[in-house]
C-alpha cells in the first residue's frame, strides 16, 4: 500500500521556492521562486541578490541612505525575474511561478511577457502599496491567474 502522508504539489512548489529564498544574502527580505511547467516538472528557481559578476561585498544591502544610489534597490535583482532569466530551456508560455512574496509591478511585466498564466504566491504584505495594485491590475488584464498559497500547518525537517 503507498503512503498516504506525502506532500502535495503546492507544498512541494512553495516548499522549493522557500528553499530558493534561504539562498539570499538580503538581511532584511528573502524572497524565492518556482517555475513549473504544466505537467508539474520544475523549470527554473531564483532568489533576490545582485545581478552576476556584481559583488555582493561591494554592494550597500541598506533600505536606507542619504541616495537610492547607497541602497540596495537599484541593484537587486528579485527572484521572479532571476527565475525567469536562469530559464534556459525556450518557453515559459502556460507555466506557473510560486513564490513567497506577491510579485511588484516590474516582475509582473516580466512574468506576463515570458507567457507565465498563473502565480501562487505566499505572503501578500506589500497589498496597499501601488506597485502590487499596478502588479494585480495587469495581471487581470492580461489574464494571468493569481491566488494566495494556503498553507497546510506541516512542517517539514531536513538535515543537510
Known amino acids: 500500500m503507498k503512503r498516504e502522508d506525502y506532500i502535495s504539489w503546492d507544498e512541494y512548489f512553495m516548499g522549493v521556492?522557500?528553499?530558493?529564498?534561504?539562498?539570499?544574502?538580503?538581511?532584511h527580505t528573502q524572497v524565492g521562486s518556482c517555475i513549473v511547467s504544466q505537467d508539474n516538472k520544475i523549470l527554473s528557481m531564483g532568489y533576490n541578490g545582485f545581478p552576476s559578476g556584481c559583488s555582493d561585498?561591494?554592494?550597500?544591502?541598506?533600505r536606507d541612505g542619504e541616495d537610492e544610489l547607497s541602497t540596495?534597490?537599484?541593484?537587486?535583482?528579485?527572484?521572479?525575474?532571476?527565475?525567469?532569466?536562469?530559464?534556459?530551456?525556450?518557453?515559459?508560455?502556460?507555466a506557473?511561478?510560486?513564490v513567497s512574496l506577491f510579485p511588484c509591478n516590474e516582475c509582473a511585466k516580466a512574468i506576463i511577457q515570458a507567457g507565465i498564466k498563473t502565480v501562487i504566491y505566499d505572503s501578500d504584505k506589500y497589498s496597499s502599496s501601488a506597485s502590487t495594485k499596478a502588479s494585480k491590475k495587469m495581471f487581470n488584464s492580461a489574464?494571468?491567474?493569481?491566488?494566495?498559497?494556503?498553507?497546510?500547518g506541516r512542517v517539514i525537517k531536513i538535515s543537510i
Open 17 to 27: 521556492a522557500k528553499l530558493s529564498g534561504m539562498r539570499s544574502k538580503d538581511p
Open 57 to 62: 561585498e561591494e554592494f550597500p544591502w541598506e
Open 72 to 94: 540596495k534597490y537599484p541593484y537587486v535583482t528579485h527572484s521572479e525575474l532571476n527565475a525567469i532569466l536562469n530559464y534556459r530551456g525556450g518557453s515559459l508560455e502556460g
Open 96 to 98: 506557473k511561478l510560486y
Open 143 to 152: 489574464g494571468v491567474r493569481y491566488y494566495q498559497y494556503t498553507a497546510s
